[in-house]
């Protein structure tokens, strides 16, 4: 299983982030290096890529506003 995080070295100031929308359904089969989520930090557009192949996890929605390194979703 492995996490998919809000990265922590991104951004300076601010010490949250929005997720902008997600690529795929939660339950979906992704591969890794796959763009599964959009985020918002800083009025800067960032994705984020599948750290590993399996069955994605959604565990936060579109529009949550989260701290650093929080776990976004899992992949199993």
């Not at 010490?15 to 359904?25: K, R």
């Not at 979906?28 to 918002?40: A, C, N």
């Not at 989260?66 to 976004?72: P, S």
């Amino acid at each position: 299983m492995a996490d998919v995080r809000i990265p922590t070295d991104l951004w300076d100031d601010d010490t949250q982030a929005v997720i902008t929308s997600w690529a795929y359904d939660d339950g979906t089969v992704v591969k890794e290096g796959d763009m599964i989520v959009e985020i918002m930090v800083e009025k800067s557009q960032f994705e984020i890529a599948a750290p590993a192949s399996g069955t994605l996890h959604i565990r936060e929605s579109e529009d949550a506003v989260l701290d650093r390194g929080a776990v976004i979703a899992t992949i199993e």
